[in-house]
């Protein structure tokens, strides 16, 4: 009878021992399996699976990985449907990276107004930047659209000084073109003039830009990189 009872014990206890792992599941022992081996004190926000391929997408900050059911294997990609091309990682990254238009701090924006204005987008861009310049010039060439410039000085020390100069400026918007345009600096500016250089780098960072141009819709997603006339069309086309 003592055997017996045992027996049921040790069989209770592997029963209560397979529940808490069913209640745990694979999810969280991909993000214990992996944390360790990423290095760098790398943290897992968060694991899910999908329904394509028995893989798990692992999401590390603003970007998305993919692994096995032990976390064994980590998959560096993109995740593409071949019947429809749909291309499932940036839509997810897209997703994660959204930001609410509305909170953006607007007043440490250079504002220009083209046409009717109705189309909306804010632009972080360094002085520095040969990009930046480029997609300057498909701004130029667009109509009824309003662009929000943070000046996002990353390059170098001398972008915060050449952004001062331009924020000091008594008509920022022109000082900014000539710049990026046409390459005249604008003059030194007055001791007493303060730029909102502190604030916008501590924005960017806040929003993961890393780089510029970095282009942000009204519906809250972004584009890296100096994107061309066609395809910024057909995204601010695509914006309800």
């Not at 071949?82 to 930001?99: F, G, H, L, P, S």
């Not at 972008?159 to 022109?174: A, F, G, Q």
Request: net charge positive; aromatic share 8%; proline share 4%.
């Amino acid at each position: 009878m003592i055997k017996l009872t045992r027996l049921a014990a040790a069989a209770l206890l592997s029963l209560a021992a397979g529940a808490a792992l069913a209640q745990t599941g694979p999810e969280q022992a991909i993000k214990k399996a992996l944390e360790p081996r990423l290095g760098d004190g790398a943290k897992v926000d968060s694991v899910t699976k999908t329904p394509y391929g028995g893989l798990y997408e692992v999401r590390i900050g603003g970007d998305i990985f993919y692994s096995d059911a032990k976390g064994d294997y980590l998959f560096i990609g993109r995740v593409v449907d071949t019947k429809t091309m749909q291309d499932y990682t940036k839509a997810r990254v897209d997703e994660i990276n959204k930001i609410k238009f509305s909170d953006l701090p607007l007043d440490s924006a250079m504002k220009m107004v083209k046409g009717n204005g109705k189309r909306v987008i804010a632009v972080f861009e360094d002085p520095n930047c040969g990009y930046c310049k480029r997609f300057r010039q498909t701004l130029n060439e667009m109509d009824n659209v309003t662009v929000y410039t943070f000046m996002y000085n990353i390059l170098s020390e001398d972008s915060v000084t050449k952004s001062r100069n331009i924020w000091c400026s008594s008509d920022r918007v022109k000082a900014w073109d000539e710049w990026m345009l046409n390459g005249k600096a604008a003059p030194a500016a007055p001791a007493n003039c303060t730029a909102p250089h502190d604030k916008v780098f501590a924005l960017g960072q806040k929003l993961k830009v890393t780089g510029t141009p970095t282009v942000f819709f009204a519906d809250g997603t972004r584009i890296p990189g100096a994107v061309d006339a066609k395809a910024l069309e057909g995204k601010l086309a695509s914006i309800k």
